[in-house]
């Protein structure tokens, strides 16, 4: 017979209104809470880390990592305003 694995209570403190609106979007998912946790820990697992990206980057240097990625930057350059302008010249040199 299979064994079960045991479980652990986790506690975290969030925010009324962040709690309230993930909630309403997990149960249209059709998701509990405890679900959604599971999910979130077994991909902390899969990516040996934070399943996304957790960066103190500017705007204006994300904005260059996607730009790079897509080969777009000249054109997107033409469209900034001016001030974004300047922090892209900086981050592309």
């Known amino acids: ?3 079960k694995n ?3 209570l986790v ?3 969030v925010d009324e209104a962040t709690k309230d609106k993930a909630e309403k979007i997990l149960k249209e998912l059709g998701l509990t809470r405890t679900a959604a946790i599971n999910v979130f820990y077994k991909q902390i ?3 040996n880390g934070l399943p996304f990206a957790v960066t103190k980057k500017t ?3 994300l904005e ?3 730009l790079a990625a897509t080969g777009t930057l ?3 350059y033409e469209l900034m305003d001016h001030e974004t302008a300047d922090d892209f010249k900086q ?3």
């Open 91 to 93: 981050v592309r040199g």
């Open 64 to 66: 260059t990592d996607y």
């Open 11 to 13: 506690a975290a403190k």
């Open 45 to 47: 697992i899969q990516h």
């Open 1 to 3: 017979m299979p064994q």
């Open 74 to 76: 000249d054109e997107v």
């Open 6 to 8: 045991k479980s652990s």
């Open 59 to 61: 705007n204006a240097q």
